[in-house]
């Protein structure tokens, strides 16, 4: 029998029923569902609306579906509608009768949003952690890899050379402003429905600021049909986790590439690679593969939520049920896509020689030369198109910058002089790149830094 079966004849539709359940998803609220009741029966005994003796043994039937759940003696009952009818009745069949007295001053509707605010705000504390973690792995490999040089890319051509730490401190940037978001997310989160009842409150005299204090909440939702219609916490976090998925996409799409022939920069450990099952010569990075392809799966995610709400007239509707099933998932994905990707760098071998070799063969000191050219009093355009002769020539030639001869370098410009190959030294090219957020190993040094002190 349905708990709100007083009025309505007979039973549901056989699809019907299966198709307004939502106990196989919700189910992972169970916890979070005993506890927001325990809280709320706190309240009922305080404010007097129930009696000592019947809020006591109410709270300590909870207590006791806890543990049986915990060691397994009692199992979610999947033909329940939903978690919290399950609990319900889970409680009348522990205490009879008077576990019905539970639901007084209260609806589903309050405590649906409730259980969910608190299962997140627990899941985001995980992913936070997640993430510090592989903010922490980028730093590290950052750490050792202070001196590879690697080409910079832009349109995916060589561009200037950078260091691979310098590259890897850019994940770590994105890293800390997802932390940030995740952070921030939670402040908006954090204020309880609890008591807003179905949409209007009640007249029973609740005391709502004794479970915000219960339930960790930082105050309470001021008006209850925004409490219990309010979703903006569950977009505002398949947001945050798409932009993370989209971080985490971009990485690994360069370990697809980097990993991938001619390139040979990194190798990525067996670990995270697979074979095929035709080509032996065959190693595969499907892990950064798929972590590219689960942002796809949280932006659908995040989509399905957002298409959700859209126009939803106040208060509750059922349609707002489907709002857990994409934000778990997204949940999941995140959390194994941020071990997984941490472990992958952990242990990715750098390929230094070839880094480096590509820098030499991709011209990528260019614009030291013009600078060079400038730091002798020419405009830079004009040292822009020397330099890009000098590179025609090389690319004619089979040479790299530092292998033209002086003379040919005297035939575009009287300027030129010896110490020009020391100038377009690739290695001196990153170092003295000092500016503020520029490769030279003394900036990457701060940066790294500046990203472990925000982490600790
Ligand atoms: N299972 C429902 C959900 O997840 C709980 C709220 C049901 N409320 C109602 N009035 N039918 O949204």
Redesign the pocket.
Known sequence: MKLWSGMLSGDLDKFAEEFNS?IKI?QRLVFDDIKGSIAHVKMLRKTGILEKNEADQIIKGLEVIKQKLLDGSLKVDLTS??V?TFVESALIDEIGELGKKMHTAR???DQ?TTDLKLNLRDESKEILKLLKKYINVLCKKAKENKDTIMPGYTHLQAAQPVTFAHHLMAYSMMGLRDLERLEDYKKRLNFSPLGAC?LAGTTYPIDREFTVKELGFDSLMQNSMDAVSDRDYILELQSVLSIIGIHLSRLSEELIIWSSQPYHFVKIDDKFSTGSSIMPQKKNPDMAELIRSKSARLIGNMNQSFVMMKGLPLA?S?D??ED?ESIFDSVDTIKMALEVMAGQIETLTVNKEKMLKACKDGFLNATDVADYLVNKGLSFRDAHHISARLVKYGIENNKGLDEIELGIYKNESELFEEDIYDEIDIIKCVNERKSLGGPAKSEVERQIKFVQEKIR
Do not use: C, G, I
Request: glycine share 0%.
């Open positions: 939502s919700d509608e939903d919290h609806s589903r509707n649906v179905a509750y059922k707002m049920q857990k």
